[in-house]
């Protein structure tokens, strides 16, 4: 360090006796540039920056805070993937709910004779699921005519069938009145069925005196007749 000091003082002497003996005007130039170098060794010496170097460092700072910027309104793709997940864990969460109302109405679509109506004394519902079996039973209420107008009706509750269960089967046993159900000589009558379907009623199927009671096997000492209705309670 001390070989270093001397070094500068050194140069400051000569540059004394060069202005002495040759003039301050020629040797200013080169004063100059030797004032500057002197700055400059003295600056390493002492450990400190230029000026060339100060005014690099802003520039410098600038583009690490424009950096720093860009990647701060970046989203991080864990979050991204954070938020994908949470969508799809709320629609995942939203189940099938069972409107539980199993609304019939039996209406006389054709009456092959002013008499001859359909008469029902009785209806059981059976419902076969991968979770179990649910049954329901109503007497009345189905007598089918067209003249004079007679509307039959059957209603039950399924609301208790679990929603994660899968409707196999829906039959309604539906029993005719033994003396009077429905005409021997009666093969054409039908009968049109609605249900309810999201608060309003439906066409669901026509049951025939052809296929669908005399068809099955009706008889005076046989007045069970099944009729299909899985697509319906799968429906509700």
Request: glycine share 8%.
């Amino acid at each position: 360090m001390k070989l270093k000091v001397t070094q500068v003082y050194e140069l400051i002497l000569f540059v004394f006796l060069a202005c002495v003996i040759v003039g301050c005007d020629q040797v200013g130039d080169a004063a100059s540039g030797a004032g500057r170098a002197t700055t400059s060794l003295a600056n390493k010496i002492l450990g400190e920056k230029s000026p060339e170097q100060d005014e690099g460092a802003p520039e410098e700072q600038t583009n690490r805070q424009t950096s720093s910027g860009v990647i701060g309104e970046s989203k991080p793709e864990s979050a991204e993937e954070s938020v994908d997940e949470e969508s799809s864990e709320a629609e995942t969460a939203i189940t099938e709910v069972r409107t539980g109302e199993f609304d019939l109405v039996f209406e006389m679509s054709y009456q092959s004779c002013a008499s001859c109506g359909i008469w029902f004394d009785s209806a059981e519902l059976v419902i076969e699921h991968s979770e179990g079996r649910f049954t329901a039973q109503q007497s009345g209420s189905l007598l089918i005519k067209e003249a004079p107008y007679h509307q039959g009706r059957f209603n039950a509750n399924i609301s208790s069938i679990p929603s994660s269960s899968t409707i196999e089967s829906a039959t309604l046993y539906m029993h005719l009145n033994r003396h009077e159900g429905i005409s021997n000589d009666d093969f054409t009558s039908t009968i049109s069925v609605y249900g309810k379907i999201d608060g309003s009623m439906s066409y669901i199927r026509e049951i025939t005196a052809r296929d669908d009671i005399k068809g099955q096997g009706y008889s005076k000492a046989n007045p069970v007749v099944p009729i299909d209705f899985t697509d319906y309670a799968r429906r509700i």
